[in-house]
Each structure stands twice: as structure tokens, then as C-alpha cells.
């Protein structure tokens, strides 16, 4: 799809999209609740948050398992 990227968690479940704006400027969209991988791009998400600058901390709904972000 697009050009996003998955974000995944170490058990690879995908807790987020990473795409570019028209500035080349990397986002995270971050999903409500995280989805399998083979579900990724199949399926309607809800996004709670748009991320430009670095966040810590991100769980996984799924396992729990915490990321760091940084464009
Ligand atoms: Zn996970």
C-alpha cells in the first residue's frame, strides 16, 4: 500500500503506519490496537495519534511489548 510502512513490535504485530509528508518528514499514525501482520493494510484501523517527534513507550495491545520512536 502507498509507500507506509508497518511499525511493528518485536512479535510483529503492527502498531502503527510510517509514511512521509509532501516535506519528507517521517510520521508515525499509530493504531488504536495493534494488528497481525498479515492483517496489515486489509483491514479498516483506527488511528489515535499522529506522531512527528519522538515518543517513548508505545505498547502493544497485543503483547505488550514497548517501542521507542524517532523519525
Ligand atoms: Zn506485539
Known amino acids: 500500500m502507498n509507500g507506509n510502512k508497518p511499525w511493528r513490535c518485536k512479535n510483529n504485530h ?3 503506519h510510517v509514511c512521509r509528508n509532501s516535506s519528507g ?3 508515525l499514525f ?6 497481525e501482520e498479515e492483517l496489515f ?3 479498516e484501523t483506527e488511528v489515535i495519534a499522529v506522531i512527528e517527534g519522538y515518543v517513548t513507550d508505545v505498547s502493544c495491545s497485543l503483547c505488550g511489548e514497548k517501542r521507542k520512536w524517532f523519525p
Request: hydrophobic share 40%; aromatic share 6%.
Open 14 to 16: 503492527v502498531l502503527g
Open 25 to 27: 518528514i517521517q510520521r
Open 30 to 35: 499509530l493504531y488504536r490496537k495493534a494488528l
Open 41 to 43: 493494510g486489509k483491514t
